[in-house]
């Protein structure tokens, strides 16, 4: 049972682009929404997370949009860059239980 | 770099055998979850540590387990290898449990043949 399901699973920009990648989950007890991008040979890394109280949520070029009715949310990238090309995965977690279900994982590539 | 180490970086077994794989959590952390990362998939919680106890279990067998020492290291072991062990097996470290940010080591990629 995939709890929370991430499109697309590859995504080419060119440089200046926006970036999307979008996700939606299922269990309404996830309380907790964040981004993780993932280089070559390196372990998963937060890049940005957000509560469903809030709506968005921006730290310099990413930005978070969430739709709790519609159990849905995105991931944006402002005038990507090609060291922005990664694996981006979306994750949830409920409050009470620290498991962090992530998605399948967005390999982006930004051509230079 | 997130402070988090593990070793091996990579490891080849035989199906049948057993693995142990190694972790060392930023001094103070008192949580350590490890994930298991299927090749194109994101990673799958496998368990987690609170302070030497497990403190929560995914959907894993019980010949995966775990080891948390007081000294932050912990170790995954891995018995009776099956070839859908191959992965890439992360550990994530935090001072509390349920705390947002948790730290990602590099990971140790097992091969099982």
């Known amino acids: 049972q995939q709890q929370v399901k991430q499109s697309p699973q590859s995504l080419i920009v060119q440089k200046g682009g926006i970036s999307i990648i979008n996700c939606a989950y299922e269990?309404?007890?996830?309380?907790?929404f964040p981004w993780y991008q993932q280089f070559p040979g390196k372990g998963p890394a937060l890049l940005i997370a957000?509560?469903?109280?809030?709506s968005e949520k921006k730290e310099g070029r990413f930005t978070i949009s969430f739709n709790k009715s519609a159990k849905q949310f995105s991931l944006h990238i402002m005038d990507s860059q090609p060291g922005d090309s990664a694996t981006y995965f979306c994750?949830?977690?409920?409050?009470?239980?620290?498991?962090?279900?992530f998605g399948k994982g967005t390999r982006l590539h930004i051509l230079p | 770099e997130t402070g988090v180490t593990q070793s091996p970086t990579h490891l080849i077994k035989t199906r049948g055998q057993q693995v142990t794989l190694r972790c060392s959590s930023q001094?103070?952390?008192?949580?350590v979850s490890w994930y298991q990362q299927a090749l194109g998939q994101g990673p799958q919680f496998i368990f987690q540590?609170?302070?030497?106890?497990?403190?929560g279990r995914g959907n894993f067998p019980p010949r995966f387990s775990g080891l948390q020492f007081p000294n932050y290291s912990s170790e995954l072991n891995v018995n009776a290898l099956e070839l859908d062990d191959s992965a890439l097996y992360l550990c994530?470290?935090?001072?509390?449990?349920?705390?947002?940010?948790?730290?990602f080591g590099p990971g140790t990629r097992l091969t099982v043949t």
């Open positions: 994530a470290s935090s001072r509390l449990a349920g705390e947002d940010e948790q730290y």
């Open positions: 269990n309404t007890a996830f309380d907790y």
């Open positions: 957000i509560r469903p109280d809030v």
């Open positions: 994750a949830a977690r409920m409050n009470r239980d620290d498991k962090i279900i």
């Open positions: 001094s103070g952390h008192n949580t």
């Open positions: 540590y609170y302070r030497e106890e497990e403190n």
